[in-house]
């Protein structure tokens, strides 16, 4: 999405840890938005764009700090799936699995799957195969017109057997685009609604 003429970009990075079996527990990293949003002043921000870029310091799959394609680490594992989930949110839910699209106050969500399969399942063969996929639920799609904010923003990072990474200290980088507006009581209204609707 194109910058508006009215709109602000803001950028932040948070660290997360891997654990030694490649898992993430659920963390949150708070974006401040507390210099264009406030209720007793009606300043809200209509959220149009977030995101999300994994970043690695790990040397081991490279040194330019970009996400392995495949997270796992082949041969560990006959068959194998890892995941990682990213998702922006002002709700701070306690498991990673309860998020979604339907989910109240969520803005946008990132999925990347890793799957190994290192013996034909039929033949027993060692084949080699493997597949990396993602899916991207932007803030465009599930809320065109922007997402009204009146708090600070949540990044929510979970992660499953990321084996490759195991015990790094990983990165992401977040950037946002948002139009600062006056929020008015159908505004109001509008975002307790949402919140409410599961």
């Known amino acids: 999405m194109a910058k508006g003429s009215n709109d602000v970009i803001l950028r932040d990075r948070l660290q997360f840890d891997i654990k030694t079996d490649g898992d993430i527990d659920l963390v949150y990293g708070r974006i401040d938005l507390s210099d264009?949003?406030?209720?007793?002043?009606?300043k809200g921000l209509a959220i149009k764009e977030i995101r999300f870029q994994p970043r690695t310091s790990a040397t081991r799959v490279g040194t330019t700090g970009s996400w392995p394609q495949w997270m796992l680490d082949f041969g560990t594992l006959a068959n194998a799936t890892s995941e990682l989930k990213m998702f922006a949110t002002t709700t701070a839910y306690e498991n990673a699995f309860d998020?979604?699209?339907?989910?109240?106050n969520v803005l946008c969500i990132y999925e990347r799957q890793t799957t190994q399969c290192?013996?034909?399942?039929?033949?027993?063969?060692?084949?080699?195969?493997?597949?990396?996929?993602?899916?991207w639920w932007g803030t465009p799609d599930l809320h065109p017109e922007g997402y009204d904010v009146v708090t600070d923003l949540l990044i929510g990072v979970s992660g499953f057997a990321i084996t490759r990474l195991a015990d790094a200290t990983c990165e992401l980088d977040v950037m946002i685009i948002a139009e600062p507006k006056k929020i008015t009581q159908k505004d109001m209204t509008q975002m307790l609604t949402q919140a409410q609707d599961l």
Do not use: H, K, M, R
């Not at 264009?36 to 009606?42: A, D, H, L, R, T």
């Open 36 to 42: 264009y949003v406030s209720i007793v002043e009606n």
């Open 99 to 104: 998020v979604g699209i339907g989910s109240p």
């Open 118 to 135: 290192l013996a034909d399942p039929v033949t027993g063969a060692d084949t080699q195969q493997g597949l990396t996929e993602w899916n």
